[in-house]
């Protein structure tokens, strides 16, 4: 086994694990936030781009738990998705399929779900501060809307996560005419 399938299998399985423990940890962190068992956010192992004393000092209750997990899962589902593709593409590598046509095709998919995590997390970021703040008293209940300085950065790896995909295309196309070129 060569060294890129060596560590192209160490990776894949280390996405593999993160696909498996990402909704759980979501799950777990929106269960325990604020209970003696939030031992994740309290180290600091885990930051958060919500925090949650700026929507409420009230102590959140079971249904704006259930809230806020469905709606951190559905954020999650988009870095699931990612991490499927990543996944793919790793098995790819180990297999020794390095430059192929499909390889590129899941950079093309991983740049568009870059777009998706931005809009999602536009509106992650929306949904939480309604939920978070739903049981407040009426004129203390909040809608934020943004466009925060790490989406733009995020769309601008988007950008170049494309253009390397078109390029890797591009090259497969040269490489595979020239293999016909007597």
């Known amino acids: 086994m060569s060294k890129i399938q060596k560590q192209s299998r160490r990776v894949r399985i280390l996405f593999q694990f993160l696909f498996v423990i990402a909704p759980i940890m979501v799950c777990y962190y929106w269960l325990t936030i604020g209970t003696p068992y939030e031992f994740i956010a309290s180290t600091g192992i885990v930051q958060t781009i919500i925090d949650i004393n700026n929507y409420t000092n009230l102590p959140l209750t079971l249904t704006t738990r259930l ?48 777009f998706y995590w931005v809009g999602g997390s536009i509106l992650y970021r929306a949904a939480m501060s309604v939920i978070l703040s739903f049981n407040n008293p009426p004129g203390q209940r909040y809608l934020f809307i943004g466009f925060i ?20 295309k591009e090259g497969y196309i040269l490489a595979d005419e020239n293999n016909f070129t007597v």
């Open 149 to 168: 300085g790490v989406d733009f950065l995020s769309i601008l790896f988007g950008f170049v996560i494309l253009i390397i995909s078109w390029i890797m």
């Open 67 to 114: 809230f806020a997990i469905l709606a951190s899962l559905m954020l999650c589902s988009v870095t699931m998705y990612a991490l499927k593709i990543l996944i793919t593409l790793f098995r790819n590598y180990e297999s020794n399929k390095i430059f192929s046509i499909e390889n590129t095709q899941y950079y093309k998919k991983l740049g568009y779900s870059i």
